[in-house]
């Protein structure tokens, strides 16, 4: 097995990891980036939830 570390655009890193799971390939780490967008689209996601009444808005104790 080889670990083989790339650099790509922004842009260009779905198609990549498209990719890389056709050919079963193993991401070990992803970007940090993508990590703390992905976050910032479930917050996002969530909350609009919460303002239309599909989920119950969050309380302390959920922390």
């Known amino acids: 097995m080889t670990t083989l570390t790339i650099q790509v655009e922004d842009n260009d890193t779905q198609f990549l990891l498209e990719v890389?799971?056709?050919i079963d390939a193993?991401?070990?780490q992803?970007?940090?980036k993508e990590e703390l967008l992905n976050g910032i689209k479930q917050g996002v996601?969530?909350?609009k939830e919460i303002k239309s009444?599909?989920?119950a808005p969050l309380s302390l104790s959920d922390i």
């Open 30 to 32: 992803s970007s940090k």
């Open 26 to 28: 193993k991401v070990i």
């Open 53 to 55: 009444g599909k989920i």
């Open 20 to 22: 890389l799971k056709r």
């Open 45 to 47: 996601k969530e909350a």
